[in-house]
């Protein structure tokens, strides 16, 4: 049937993305039971820890009243550990550890540490001094930045808070005991080094009182960054590096790259965001699953240390940033192309690939799916900048022989992500209902070498935004969009990027939606967590002495520039991107007298979480782009107000 882009019905509604969007993560196996953390929509967006029994059985670990997420870095991760039937997570309502009996006992969670202003992520266990050691922010004093340390946290007795066995650096993350429990290695960096800027591997002595002895540098430095650090059961540690330009795995007692080659362009690391992520297991002495990014798609492989050959495991799979394994198989989140994220158990010897669950129960008949086109195109300073294209789909409608589609660019958040190829249901909303989609890894994006990550270094707000205009231009020139149609949206980082996109280049886009974008980015600069209070010293320029390099690249000051239809989507509990960047740019651009609409949700933080937010969003932002295009939506949507239309 002949139907107009964008007026397609489709059966991917908002309510079937909200309901089957659970966001699976943090996979960890204990004896013969696999663990793992499900966010749900439909439950708030609470993270609940999941066990697959040996039999088959999958059941909640935490109880209904219990949110398994940590606030360290804000961003989180890492929120628990689980050791022989023994669960220790922290729970998002007071940020306090707790010991949970997974074994069958039915008790409720007991408490390890005490009520105060202490957050906690990244722990691990050490069994001969009985205790948890785990990176702890101390909020305690409200009028100083927070101080991150590493602690020892007893798992008998009186709760406790933890004593600090190591300090002095800004952060602190992958704690991680050898084999035998006599040595530990961890890393540390400090402002304004982010992860993936610069980090120092630390190891130290463990004394049989628990100290740590002999505490000295192996690795790293402010121009090294250091990614993944950890043991083989032989007691060999290995750690993940950018030091010649791309991250690869080294073992550190030859401080030489393992792999006997690499795949061109391969990258063996990941910007370190979140707690509890990894890019290489062992599956024995020597042997490990490692997962590798080229061109922006991931891959899994098992590495032979001995001979340091590399083996693909599988074409299909593209696996996400948690691992684990034993000697025979390995558990990861993965996904692929035409299908979403699962957990999933691979046997290392044959390939056979066993689903646990899903993080969607609807199948949608692949006629209606996008596969995600790789796209390389000349970006704004010269470079090759990469993207992924996703054509309108939708085997039921087409359009009339000379239309071309509207086009939603979107701009990752970060900056310094990048965006996936796998089957994503909110990039497939919009394809399905004859819209063309174009993910862009601009110039800084993680996985395309540490060259590419550092082009946006005092670029930012205009490398990546001359990124999204050049590929505007890339696809209205290729016949693949509608130049009169295009849209621009992003979250967080790229919620910035999407503003700035909108501000300065206005002869480009049509529509823009931010997602708790930044509009002023001076007033994030002073106004932030602690985590990213320096990121901007690398991005932009030192605070405040390039204070008028901020006020240029902030679209606040320049509304008068903008020419298009704007809609704004804000939590109001965000403590990364405060209410009143998203409020700033709604009340100048309603002043402006353009079309503008802004809705705020309670209860959300940095990224929405809730099943209700998640649908209210999708279905706004199409009955946006519907009334600034010209086109009915075919879905009954709840009218949106549209300030200046």
Not at 374 to 393: I, K, N
Not at 439 to 448: A, I, K, L, P, T
Not at 577 to 591: D, I, K
């Amino acid at each position: 049937m002949q139907k107009a882009f964008g007026t397609w019905p489709s059966p991917i509604t908002a309510q079937a993305v909200a309901a089957q969007g659970i966001r699976l993560s943090y996979v960890a196996i204990d004896g013969d039971d696999i663990y793992w953390i499900e966010g749900r929509p439909q439950d708030g967006g609470r993270n609940v820890l999941v066990r697959r029994r040996a039999d088959g059985r999958i059941d909640d670990v935490t109880p209904a009243d219990f949110n398994v997420r940590t606030r360290v870095h804000e961003y989180g991760g890492g929120a628990y550990v689980v050791s022989e039937g023994i669960v220790y997570a922290s729970n998002f309502a007071d940020q306090r550890l707790y010991r949970i009996d997974a074994t069958g006992a039915n008790q409720p969670p007991a408490p390890i540490t005490p009520p105060g202003r202490w957050f906690y992520a990244d722990a691990t266990f050490d069994r001969r001094h009985h205790r948890l050691i785990a990176i702890r922010e101390d909020h305690s004093d409200p009028d100083r930045e927070p101080i991150n340390t590493l602690v020892s946290i007893p798992i008998g007795g009186a709760p406790s808070a933890g004593e600090v066995i190591a300090s002095g650096f800004d952060f602190y993350s992958t704690p991680r005991l050898s084999p035998d429990g006599s040595q530990l290695a961890w890393l540390a960096w400090r402002h304004p080094q982010m992860p993936w800027d610069g980090t120092e591997l630390w190891l130290a002595d463990v004394t049989g009182a628990g100290a740590l002895d002999r505490q000295r540098r192996v690795a790293g430095g402010p121009a090294e960054s250091i990614y993944q650090s950890g043991w083989t059961p032989d007691g060999q540690l290995y750690f993940v590096s950018d030091r010649d330009g791309w991250w690869k795995l080294y073992r550190s007692e030859d401080a030489r790259p393992v792999m006997a080659s690499v795949p061109p362009g391969a990258e063996f690391g990941r910007p370190q965001w979140i707690f509890g992520t990894a890019s290489w297991v062992p599956a024995g002495d020597k042997r490990m699953v490692v997962s590798y990014t080229q061109s922006g798609r991931w891959y899994l492989a098992t590495l032979d240390t001995e001979t340091g050959v590399l083996s693909r495991v599988s074409d299909v799979l593209e696996p996400r940033e948690w691992l684990a394994a034993t000697d025979t198989h390995a558990v990861l989140v993965a996904g692929s192309t035409t299908t979403p994220d699962a957990v999933v158990r691979l046997e290392i010897a044959t390939g056979t690939v066993e689903t646990l669950t899903s993080s969607s129960t609807v199948d949608f008949p692949q006629t209606l799916i996008a596969v995600a086109e790789s796209v390389e195109f000349r970006s704004s300073d010269g470079h090759t900048t990469h993207a992924f294209y996703y054509p309108p789909r939708n085997a039921d409608y087409m359009p009339s022989d000379d239309e071309r589609p509207p086009l939603i660019l979107i701009s990752h958040g970060g900056p310094t992500t990048a965006t996936s190829a796998t089957l994503d249901l909110k990039v497939q909303f919009w394809t399905s209902r004859g819209f063309a989609v174009a993910d862009v890894n601009y110039g800084g994006s993680s996985g395309f070498g540490r060259t590419y990550r550092q082009r946006l270094s005092g670029q930012w707000g205009i490398l990546d935004v001359g990124d999204m205009v050049a590929a505007a231009r890339f696809f209205v020139a290729t016949g693949k969009a509608d130049p009169g149609r295009l849209a621009i949206r992003g979250g967080s980082a790229g919620g910035y990027t999407t503003l700035a996109a909108l501000t300065f280049h206005p002869e480009v886009f049509k529509a823009g939606a931010s997602y708790y974008g930044i509009s002023d980015i001076e007033v994030l600069a002073r106004d932030t967590h602690k985590f990213e209070s320096r990121y901007l010293d690398t991005l932009v320029g030192p605070y405040p002495a390039a204070r008028d390099i901020y006020y240029a690249r902030s679209p606040i000051h320049f509304v008068d520039r903008l020419a298009c239809s704007l809609i704004l989507f804000q939590g109001l509990e965000d403590k990364v991107v405060p209410p009143n960047q998203s409020e700033m740019m709604a009340t100048a651009v309603r002043a402006k007298g353009l079309p503008i609409a802004y809705l705020a949700f309670e209860g959300e933080q940095h990224g929405f979480r809730k099943g209700t937010t998640i649908v209210r969003c999708l279905e706004a932002e199409l009955y946006f782009y519907g009334a600034v295009f010209g086109f009915v939506p075919a879905d009954q949507i709840a009218p949106v107000p549209i300030g200046n239309i």
